[in-house]
């Protein structure tokens, strides 16, 4: 017997997105009979904030917007038997799950099952001790915020398989979020590397949520994009043999074409030969894309290979302060008057603090730290501008005085600065490596709610 | 002689899409068309595109083509100050970096760049 086509839609892209993308694909999930819904909240540093949070407080270190995320939706997900899949959970997956079952309690529905994925947190004194050596460092494990390893999809898909409504995880491979639901739906074993393959890039043309859907792509002019203000997030429609299309939610803007498909199954690949998950080493090197339908394409020819032998591990850690400040200069000789402000710190600070400038309108983010490109000179017609500084300090009172000059260039400073804005905020730095799996204690639980 | 060639940027010929891991950006390049993609074989090369980065100081750059999409992938290491942890740039990861590579000049036959200007995709 083959198992009916899986639905997966995927309503945001990182912690931070849109939250009311979520209403149209759950419509198109009702609509087409059932799926999963997955959300993807985790960029690489947004885990060791996380981890700030539940220092400061043991019961917050998930994702903020959690109940903006799920509460619209919760009913009637669990009215229509869609699952939800999230690594929502961040630093605490726990308490995340015991926040939805608050949630539903105030509904009034009936009590989820959530299961909750845990081993992807490395931070007891004895493995941050081996990840250390590991990496050959000797930074103070007191700076250090989080360490996580990726687990796959396997604990997903047994969590599924045992009866979920709800998934929470922490750190997982962010394709795995699809491929988890796809080995519990089909039964796949977890050495077919073809249709692991399949339905990890499954995943991976989810993962950024409308980046596939015509988020991320827009030049007007030249590659316009309908309905920017109501974009559609993504599904994909997987069959039993792991062939899958890519589609957009029901009534929203967007597209999905050869073009946005193509952009977002590259986006972050290095070899495309081979595209390392905890799971498998997905290959795209043969992939076609097919427009099967208006904003529908299929993608064929995707494979895949023995996964890799290691888990990657993220280490964050405390490294010191980073202070930005900006002024502004517009009207004539603006671009000068910015260039003299920035000379001017430069030479009241740049021996005490590693200093950027950018002079905004003119040149910033093409040019690098050192200020290679801007020593060339830019010509750019520039008659408004912002002058940016940006510096870093292990110590804060230094890093701070980034601020104290730019703010002073309001009496000191060249002619007719204004708009001053600064900042400071922690910052954290990234270690990564790889270690054994028998390193991890990977498992899923059934969360224990606390009934009131 | 008069030219047979004109040069136009990148954009004219192609979309794409920046990410990053660490301090490592990848660039896609997605030919807008069959003919764009045999000229950017030609001219889009793993030399060239260090050259056009050269501020940025790649430690080594990779090109691989996917012929079947007319699409290539650059992964380009070392160019991004550090990566979004470290990097003062305003865009830590590296994201606009992709119209960066769009201002990149490619030699064009003239018949071709008649037909690339001002097309909406």
């Given at each position: 017997m083959t198992a009916k086509n899986l639905f997966v839609g995927c309503?945001?892209?990182?912690?931070?997105?849109?939250?009311?993308?979520t209403a149209p694909v759950v419509d198109t999930l009702i609509a087409l009979g059932g799926g999963v819904l997955t959300f993807e909240t985790l960029a690489e540093r947004t885990l060791a904030l996380a981890q700030i949070e539940k220092r400061k407080n043991p019961l917050h270190g998930y994702e903020p917007l959690l109940d903006d995320l799920v509460s619209p939706v919760l009913r009637r997900c669990l009215d229509h038997s869609i699952k939800i899949v999230s690594n929502f959970g961040a630093a605490n997956p726990q308490a995340a799950a015991q926040r939805i079952y608050a949630l539903a309690r105030a509904q009034g529905l009936r009590r989820p099952r959530i299961a909750v994925v845990h081993g992807d947190d490395l931070t007891q004194p004895e493995q941050l001790q081996s990840l250390l050596k590991r990496l050959g460092s000797n930074i103070?494990?007191?700076?250090?915020?989080s360490a996580n390893a990726y687990l796959g999809a396997q604990q997903i898909s047994e969590a599924l398989q045992d009866g979920a409504d709800i998934v929470v995880t922490g750190r997982v491979s962010d394709p795995s979020l699809t491929l988890g639901p796809a080995l519990a739906h089909f039964g796949w074993s977890m050495d077919d590397w073809h249709k692991l393959g399949c339905g990890t890039m499954a995943g991976h043309m989810l993962e950024c949520g409308t980046q596939v859907s015509g988020g991320y792509f827009c030049v007007p002019g030249q590659k316009p994009v309908e309905g920017m203000d109501r974009i559609g997030f993504p599904i994909a429609e997987i069959d039993s043999q792991g062939n899958f299309s890519v589609f957009k939610a029901a009534n929203t803007g967007g597209r999905v074409d050869l073009r946005t498909a193509k952009e977002q199954l590259l986006y972050e690949v290095h070899n495309p030969a081979s595209y390392l998950t905890p799971d498998v080493t997905a290959d795209i090197t043969n992939a076609t894309i097919t427009e099967t339908a208006a904003n529908r394409v299929r993608i064929d020819g995707v494979t895949g290979h023995e996964r890799p032998a290691e888990l990657k591990v993220n280490v964050c850690y405390d490294n010191g302060w980073l202070c930005e400040a900006e002024i502004s200069y517009a009207g004539f000789k603006a671009k000068e008057r910015a260039m003299l402000a920035g000379d001017t710190i430069c030479k009241r600070i740049g021996h005490l603090i590693d200093l950027r400038i950018d002079i905004i309108g003119a040149l910033s983010i093409f040019g690098d730290d050192a200020g290679e490109l801007a020593a060339k000179g830019f010509n750019a017609p520039a008659n408004d501008v912002r002058l940016r500084v940006a510096g870093v300090h292990m110590q804060k009172e230094t890093a701070e005085k980034v601020s104290r000059e730019v703010l002073s260039l309001y009496c000191c400073g060249p002619a007719g600065g204004g708009g001053v804005r600064s900042s400071i905020k922690p910052r954290l730095d990234t270690l990564s490596c790889t270690i054994p799996r028998d390193f991890v204690d990977a498992g899923w639980t059934i969360a224990q709610g606390q009934r009131t | 002689m008069s030219r047979t060639t004109i040069e136009l940027p990148l954009h004219l010929l192609a979309h794409s899409r920046a990410g990053d891991k660490g301090n490592t950006s990848n660039i896609s390049v997605i030919a807008w068309d069959t003919e764009c993609f045999q000229l950017l074989l030609e001219q889009l090369t793993e030399a060239s595109v260090a050259a056009w980065f050269g501020h940025r100081h790649p430690t080594k750059v990779t090109r691989y083509v996917l012929p079947k999409i007319e699409s290539m992938n650059f992964v380009l290491e070392?160019?991004?100050?550090?990566?979004v942890n470290d990097a003062l740039n305003l865009d830590t990861h590296g994201k606009g970096l992709s119209f960066w590579l769009l201002e990149m000049p490619i030699e064009v036959p003239l018949q071709l760049a008649d037909r690339l200007s001002n097309q909406i995709y």
């Open positions: 309503a945001t892209g990182f912690s931070g997105d849109r939250t009311d993308g103070d494990p007191a700076r250090i915020v | 070392g160019i991004l100050d550090g990566g």
